[in-house]
């Protein structure tokens, strides 16, 4: 049986904001992006994998698949809030989760793949009413798909 549709499904795990990638160690990143490390909180910065290496992902997924006809849906991507973090720290870390959400949908979306965010329960209030919890990071995915 010869198939002739093929669709492929990526993930970013390794990046994702505060959830323990990001970094060569285990350490969790809490800061993402070239203008949002601490400077008090280094050990949490994330220290490669950021936009260059989103850029060349996504570059590659559009070569190998996009261009010659294969849909691509990233599938699973996110950015935890680290609740225990205070502060300038915490502001820091909310603001890197909005740029982080928010150029990962655009490079996806720049590179032909269709963006899917995993919601780890920090985004919708999947309890009784839906709510929308960080109207923040929805609007970073909203700009992040709009031109």
Known sequence: M????????VGILSLNVGCGGGTASATPTAYWGKDNHST????????????????????SIRQQF??????????????????????????????????YINYVTRS????????????????????????VLAPDLLDALIKGVTP
């Open 2 to 9: 010869k198939l002739s549709r093929v669709l492929i499904l």
């Open 40 to 59: 008090t909180d280094t050990a949490h910065n994330a220290d490669q994998m950021e936009e260059a290496y989103v850029d060349q992902q996504f570059s």
């Open 66 to 99: 996009v261009d010659k006809g294969v849909p691509v849906v990233l599938g699973e991507y996110a950015a935890m809030l680290r609740t225990n973090l205070t502060g300038d720290a915490l502001a820091l870390h909310k603001k890197s989760r909005i740029y």
């Open 108 to 131: 996806a979306v720049a590179n032909g793949a269709l963006p899917f965010y995993w919601d780890v329960g920090g985004l919708i209030d999947r309890g009784s009413n839906n709510a």
